[in-house]
């Protein structure tokens, strides 16, 4: 991926909408905006070992808009003891992103999908950046990951704050999808012609789940609240994405 001018930045700012509350129905188009084709890139940020003992990848993903980039997802970072407890192998976002040829700078738009630790770890990074998160997510994690909301520095960060379903830029949009965590969100990217790509973040940690969220055999930790998040599930299934991308697997649904 070749780097963009860091001209078309300052173009892409001002080209950001302001959240709109609601509740976004992907299925239905951009809205009032010009629709322009997003392009998603998976970056590896990690892996670590999961409850399960299993080796699990972290992922992270740029979308490219003809006027910058957005990430979605940071990667892994906190104190030591949590990256030596999960075993951790991880890397530096800033490295991953110059295997596409970009820099930290040349992000101009940070999404978490949720505040745990292998998503929002590198959000220090983007100290430019603002960074769109759900206010019930932040609440989450100020009441109960307080060493992590403290050592991340959430205090001072740049968050914007959203309630719910909202358009990040055109074709960019977030819905709120309870259940992994509190205030967990999955990120909608358009493509052409109004298929749109889903980003689900720790929603569903593998297809498998993805495609059976009714299983009474889910992993551990895959839903802070099993009844919401199958509300979610329904909700993000109903909307029968074009692609599916996981956080923590490396193959991608297709419709
Ligand atoms: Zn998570």
Not at 215 to 239: E, F, K, N, T
Request: charged share 25%.
């Amino acid at each position: 991926m070749k780097p963009l001018a860091k001209s078309s930045y300052a173009a892409f700012s001002c080209q950001r909408t302001s959240s709109r509350p609601g509740r976004v129905d992907p299925r239905a188009g951009a809205g009032e905006h010009e629709q322009v084709p997003l392009e998603i890139t998976r970056l590896h940020l990690a892996s670590l070992q999961g409850l399960d003992g299993r080796r699990w990848p972290v992922h992270g993903f740029v979308v490219t808009h003809p006027g910058g980039a957005v990430l979605a997802d940071t990667g892994v970072g906190g104190p030591q003891e949590w990256l030596d407890d999960w075993r951790v192998v991880n890397r530096s976002v800033a490295d991953a992103l110059a295997d596409l040829e970009m820099s930290p700078a040349d992000i101009g738009l940070v999404i978490n999908t949720h505040l745990h630790f292998d998503h929002c770890g590198q959000n220090a990074v983007f100290k430019h950046a603002p960074c769109y998160v759900q206010r019930a997510e932040l609440s989450r994690a100020e009441r109960e990951s307080r060493e992590l909301y403290d050592w991340s520095g959430f205090a001072g960060a740049r968050f914007e704050l959203l309630d719910g379903d909202a358009e990040v830029l055109p074709g960019l949009e977030v819905i709120a999808t309870p259940g992994h965590t509190a205030g967990h969100q999955c990120v909608v990217a358009r493509g052409e012609g109004g298929a749109f790509d889903l980003l689900i973040g720790d929603a569903a940690y593998t297809p498998r789940i993805y495609s059976d969220p009714g299983s009474d055999q889910l992993p551990a930790g895959q839903a802070s609240d099993v009844v919401v998040w199958r509300d979610s599930m329904r909700r993000i299934r109903s909307l029968d994405p074009e692609r599916v991308h996981f956080c923590h697997h490396t193959d991608v649904v297709h419709r």
